[in-house]
């Protein structure tokens, strides 16, 4: 009988702890977002090394571009704790939910991103630049200044996340270049064509927090003409992409179908009025694209 005992409460434990480490990766560290961010960074290494990888560097590009992101990410949960406990969306997550201390996330992100810029700058300098601007883009300007106060937050500090491309780029070449140049504007807008999308999705958790995203503050309709805009540019540089040499011709059509699928859907929205509905397909369908054009610079 106290053997049953003991036996269920290890076991709860156990459970416990699982579910707190999976919200932990899920909800603070934004595994699916930080891992794409990584997973473009890995890519564009790759393409910049004709797929013959320095093993070494790669190694220590990957922990580097891990490091940065995370701790940049966990950052952002500890400054966006308010913000997230008044969203149904975010109210979930750890430390609004109480299972993790902000002191404790401040100081455990604190540390994967000053490992991650160190291990960066022995890469180069330029992973080291890429992972700091990268971290200055996404936390104090977008979480402490810009988030708070303006529609337009997204514009600058999307370009958060084409700093893991640049990195991967330049830890093989050096310097940037035009190619690398070229994957950090696609990633940049695209982050807008994603979170526009998304917003629009989410207008009212955003609204119940007083976030001024674009959709909240210029209504869905508008939100959308955004994602909208930022799309056809997101197609000219995958144009230009294929024009430069940096993905082929199948590349090319494989990554501009979900690409062109996503915009459709926006114009759906556009037209049906059932902006909620189409808004979440669009989003969904322009993170396939972002996988797919990426993963096209090693297909050629
Ligand atoms: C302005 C920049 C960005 C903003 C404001 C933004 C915002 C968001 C938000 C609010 C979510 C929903 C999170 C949730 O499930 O509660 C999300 C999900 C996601 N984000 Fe971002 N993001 C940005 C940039 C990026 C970048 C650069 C990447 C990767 C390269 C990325 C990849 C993802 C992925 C993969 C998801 C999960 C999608 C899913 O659940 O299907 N985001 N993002
Ligand atoms: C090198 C480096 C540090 C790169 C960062 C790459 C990256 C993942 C950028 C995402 C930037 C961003 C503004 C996310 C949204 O946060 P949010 O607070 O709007 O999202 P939330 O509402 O879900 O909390």
């Given at each position: 009988m106290i053997n049953c005992k003991v036996n269920n409460n290890f076991t709860r434990k156990i459970n416990y702890v699982?579910?707190?480490?999976k919200d932990i990766l899920f909800g603070f560290f934004k595994l699916k977002q930080s891992l794409l961010a990584v997973w473009i960074g890995?890519?564009?290494f790759l393409a910049a090394s004709?797929?013959?990888?320095?093993?070494y560097y790669l190694f220590l590009t990957i922990l580097s571009l891990t490091f940065t992101v995370f701790g940049s990410t966990?950052?952002?949960m500890v400054l966006d704790a308010d913000i997230d406990s008044l969203m149904p969306r975010t109210s979930w997550r750890p430390i609004p939910s109480g299972k993790l201390g902000r002191l404790e996330g401040a100081l455990l992100s604190l540390s994967l991103l000053v490992a991650g810029l160190v291990i960066g700058a022995l890469v180069n300098e330029w992973v080291f630049i890429a992972g700091l601007l990268g971290f200055i883009l996404f936390v104090p300007l977008y979480t402490l200044f810009l988030k708070r106060k303006t529609p337009w937050s997204t514009l600058i500090c999307g370009f958060a996340g084409g700093?893991?491309?640049?990195?991967?780029w330049t830890a093989?070449?050096?310097?940037?270049g035009i190619e690398g140049v070229l994957l950090l504007l696609l990633a940049g807008f695209w982050s807008n064509l994603h979170i526009w999308s998304l917003a629009t999705y989410y207008a009212e958790d955003y609204r119940k927090a007083n976030v001024p995203m674009l959709p909240v503050v210029k209504g869905e309709k508008t939100g959308l003409v955004g994602a909208l805009t930022m799309g056809v540019i997101v197609g000219i540089l995958t144009y230009a992409l294929w024009a430069v040499g940096l993905i082929g011709l199948i590349g090319f059509l494989l990554s501009i179908l979900p690409l062109l699928v996503s915009l459709f859907y926006i114009v759906r929205g556009l037209t049906t009025g059932d902006y909620k509905?189409?808004?979440?397909?669009?989003?969904?369908?322009?993170?396939i694209y972002m996988a797919v054009v990426f993963l096209a610079l090693i297909l050629k």
């Open positions: 699982k579910a707190t480490i890995i890519l564009a004709g797929l013959k990888p320095n093993l966990g950052l952002n700093m893991p491309a640049l990195g991967g093989v070449t050096g310097s940037p509905t189409w808004s979440y397909k669009a989003f969904k369908m322009a993170s």
